[in-house]
């Protein structure tokens, strides 16, 4: 954008409660108070009426728009797991907000070309014209390690010497179970999964039955501690039947992690050639795939396709990208 542009950002005076937004150091003449009495459960889902001495460009972080009249609105479209997955009036409420926002919106940011597909199945009166592929990126603290780093601490005091790493939600779409099951067929391998909730009674009854003292559930993991989980992992484990994009592949292939996943959604432009994907979520399909990587041939031939694929992707790239549509939407709209 043209060096004289501005960012400022709007947020409710509470916003920093939010974990993630308390890790942004935003500066504080940046920010523009949402001052409302209307509860934030309400509220989130209402239009924001920022007050801009300027035309200018509303890109709000999750499905809301600007109603003024000198406002250009922008919305990122990040994937379809309500349209294709929730039910009841979660996803009834989900449907209709993220639909106005897409209605309103002088330009659609999807995070894949997957994306854009789904936008067009499920808002098919959507104008081609407005819409973007705007890809995401792995954050820089996934890098190789040497091969003589350590396992974690917790690893070791667990006596895990050989593991298949889980990343991410364990949500039915995920196929966690066909994960669990797939590594109980590893002799002398322990699942380690990282995030997503507390594990359910239903989750622990599986992995008890099928991975007896073979399993861990990290949470709270740094970026660098999922770094280090990363490089010493036989593989990524990932059988996702949907993704709006799948960053934990990305990480895992910037990390030098195999990756096995299932060629669905996003997840083949993600990784293209440098993982071994699986046509169906069975769980012989992963395993078969998984004990390929015993090859050390196959196993180098992965890792680097994953560097290069992986080198792709930035952050910066994502940044230039979008400004670029900014300075494109304001230049065909202008005021």
């Known amino acids: 954008m043209t060096h004289d542009a501005s960012v400022r950002y709007l947020e409710r005076p509470d916003a920093c409660r939010n974990l993630q937004r308390a890790a942004l150091d935003l500066p504080v003449d940046s920010l523009l108070p949402e001052v409302s009495r209307i509860p934030l459960q309400l509220s989130r889902y209402l239009p924001c009426r920022p007050h801009l001495p300027v035309r200018g460009i509303f ?22 797991v309500y349209e294709y997955f929730a039910k009841g009036v979660r996803r009834v409420v989900h449907c209709a907000q993220k639909g106005l926002a897409i209605r309103r919106a002088d330009m659609i940011l999807c995070d894949s070309e997957s ?4 936008l067009l199945r499920f808002h098919p009166a959507t104008e081609l014209s ?6 995401l990126a792995a954050s820089e603290s996934f890098f190789p390690l040497p091969e003589c780093i ?3 601490e917790e690893l070791l005091r667990a006596g895990v010497s050989a593991y298949v790493l889980y990343v991410g939600d364990r949500s039915r779409y995920k196929n966690f179970a ?11 391998y322990a699942l380690i999964f990282v995030g997503g909730k507390a594990v359910t009674m239903d989750e622990k009854l599986l992995l008890d039955k099928l991975l007896t003292g073979r399993y861990i559930h990290l ?3 740094s970026s660098s501690e ?4 990363y490089n010493k992992a036989h593989c990524l484990l990932y059988p996702s039947s949907y993704e709006g994009f799948g960053i934990p592949p990305l990480e895992a292939m910037k990390a030098g992690c195999p990756v096995v996943a299932l060629d669905r959604s996003s997840i083949p432009e993600v990784c293209d050639q440098a993982a071994l994907l699986a046509t169906c979520p ?3 399909n992963f395993l078969a795939l998984m004990m390929l990587l015993h090859d050390s041939a196959t196993r180098r031939h992965l890792k680097d396709a994953g560097f290069r694929q992986a080198s792709l992707f930035s952050w910066d790239k994502t940044f230039a990208e979008t400004v670029a549509c900014y300075e494109e939407l304001i230049s065909d709209k202008p005021s």
Do not use: C, I
Not at 59 to 80: E, G
Not at 130 to 135: D, G, L
Not at 178 to 188: F, N, P, Y
């Open 115 to 118: 994306t854009r597909q789904d």
């Open 219 to 221: 949470d709270g993991v």
């Open 130 to 135: 407005k819409v973007r592929v705007v890809h």
């Open 226 to 229: 999922l770094n280090v989980l």
């Open 150 to 152: 350590p396992l974690p």
């Open 59 to 80: 890109h709000s972080s999750y499905y809301r728009y600007a109603n003024t009249p000198n406002v250009l609105n922008v919305v990122t479209v990040h994937d379809f």
């Open 282 to 284: 069975a769980y012989e």
């Open 178 to 188: 066909v994960a669990v099951e797939a590594v109980s067929r590893m002799d002398g």
